[in-house]
């Protein structure tokens, strides 16, 4: 089992391009979630959903939009990127909202 | 108060040392409670669940005390594998109301 995977692992854009993290989970959970981290900050919720078909907005969805494709999948998009967009995203997933998370290797992406 | 709070470190402990983390959280109404270990540059991994009775695995001791609000971590026999940042998250019972802290840094030197 591959866990959670995310692609790309680095990217660079210039501000305003626009482009999609990917993630997919291979364990049959139900909930999937994308954080951001940055220095000096916990992780924070971007977008998560509960299950196949629902996405609901974290603690910092503004510049972002998220789709669930189906059980396993659950992208991310940024559609004008700026700056303050330069972070390390993470996807992770879990059975329900009270079980533990399992986090995808990242994604470090850098807006200039 | 931030919901949750974590001593950010660094602690820098010699080989074979014990070293306890503490984590405190503010709303008494949490359901469950973990730790992750963090590695520089990788993603969070589950290092143990926090259970009311309290749990021990291996090397690593998890706590928690409702009454003070707050959660520990004890590592016994530090080896310098446990190098890394700790994490504690607590879960308020919903999607949007689980806390990651900022991490607490360990540095085990030879």
């Known amino acids: 089992n591959a866990g959670v995977t995310q692609t790309p692992k680095f990217q660079v854009l210039k501000t305003g391009q626009s482009m999609t993290l990917q993630c997919a989970q291979d364990?049959?959970?139900?909930?999937m979630y994308w954080y951001r981290q940055d220095p000096g900050m916990g992780l924070r919720l971007i977008y998560y959903s509960a299950s196949e078909g629902t996405t609901d907005k974290g603690e910092v969805p503004n510049g972002y939009n998220v789709s669930r494709l189906n059980k396993r999948e659950f992208s991310l998009r940024l559609e004008s990127a700026a700056p303050s967009q330069t972070s390390v995203y993470f996807c992770?997933?879990?059975?329900?909202?009270?079980?533990?998370?399992?986090f995808g290797p990242g994604t470090r992406l850098t807006v200039l | 108060r931030k919901e949750v709070e974590q001593d950010p470190g660094p602690f820098n402990v010699p080989e074979g040392a014990t070293v306890a983390f503490n984590c405190t959280y503010s709303n008494s109404a949490s359901q469950s409670f973990f730790w992750y270990r963090q590695d520089c540059r990788k993603e969070p991994k589950l290092l143990m669940s926090v259970y009311s009775s309290g749990n021990e695995d291996g090397r690593f001791t998890a706590q928690l005390n409702r009454a003070s609000q707050y959660i520990s971590l004890l590592i016994r026999d530090s080896k310098l594998s446990d190098s890394a940042t700790y994490l504690c998250?607590?879960?308020?019972?919903?999607?949007?109301?689980?806390?990651f802290g900022i991490g607490t840094k360990l540095q085990v030197i030879p």
């Open positions: 992770a997933s879990s059975e329900q909202a009270v079980n533990e998370q399992f």
């Open positions: 364990m049959n959970h139900n909930s």
């Open positions: 998250v607590v879960n308020m019972g919903g999607y949007q109301k689980v806390t």
